[in-house]
């Protein structure tokens, strides 16, 4: 293995370097030492043992017990389940089967990691919208707010920066929002009107994990229009989410 260049420097570049890094230690394997991983890149013990050493500092690699070799660290837990596609058992896919053959709404499941939501199953029917906003800003989706509630300190989990105004009914003022998750843990279930992108209605309940703590979403979606046949449902909802969590948590 070669380290990747950089083609504007025509030399390899750091990035490249630490990303090789990863990758020996994943080939192989958990003890593999910093000469092991210099001489597999072909790169200077002195630049390999600099590079190690930042990827160690930043939870990227673990050093072993022995303090000898190396493992992946825990930061890269995050991506490795970003870049893999989510499954869902199948008795949990009977569940949503179910559900979304007794109403007229897209049927979709958020799972939480962190601060971030991923579409965990999307409605086959009814293709999930305003994906990259719906993951990107929490306090305009209905998952998302569900997720700040959970949070004690809330505000930790959105940017410094002022909240994005995706409509005109997003709310992007902290005090309303917070009198808004307040509501949402009072009654366990979220709601937004056209606040995530213009006619786009969803309600979440809440997926519980084993340990209680709330681990993703059930949603259901459909125009502003239909808001109060959304409301209906939201005891229903919550029943389906009770038997859908441990199936898929």
């Not at 190396?70 to 995050?78: C, K, P, S, W």
């Not at 939501?117 to 906003?133: F, G, K, N, W």
């Not at 937004?192 to 084993?210: G, K, N």
């Amino acid at each position: 293995m070669s380290p990747r260049t950089d083609p504007s420097r025509h030399h390899p570049s750091t990035v490249s370097n630490s990303l090789d890094i990863l990758e020996v230690v994943a080939t192989l394997g958990l003890g593999v030492t910093a000469k092991e991983i210099a001489g597999a890149l072909h790169l200077p013990q002195a630049t390999a043992y600099r590079l190690i050493n930042s990827l160690v500092a930043e939870e990227y690699l673990v050093r072993t017990s022995d303090l000898r070799g190396f493992g992946l660290g825990a930061r890269l837990n995050g991506l490795v389940t970003a870049a893999v596609s989510p499954t869902v058992p199948t008795a949990a896919r009977r569940q949503l089967d179910d559900l979304r053959d007794s109403v007229r709404f897209a049927v979709h499941v958020i799972a939480f990691h962190n601060t971030t939501l991923r579409v965990l199953d999307a409605d086959p029917d009814h293709p999930v919208r305003a994906t990259r906003e719906l993951v990107r800003y929490l306090h305009a989706s209905a998952a998302g707010k569900l997720l700040l509630a959970d949070r004690t300190i809330w505000q930790e989990a959105l940017p410094s920066t002022p909240l994005r105004q995706l409509t005109s009914a997003t709310v992007i003022d902290l005090a309303a929002l917070d009198t808004e998750l307040r509501t949402i843990r009072d009654q366990q279930f979220a709601v937004q009107v056209d606040q995530l992108e213009q006619d786009l209605a969803c309600l979440a309940v809440p997926l519980r994990d084993p340990d209680g703590d709330t681990a993703g979403a059930l949603c259901l979606a459909g125009p502003s229009a239909r808001i109060d046949a959304l409301l209906r449902r939201a005891d229903s909802l919550q029943q389906c989410a009770g038997v859908l969590a441990p199936l898929l948590f």
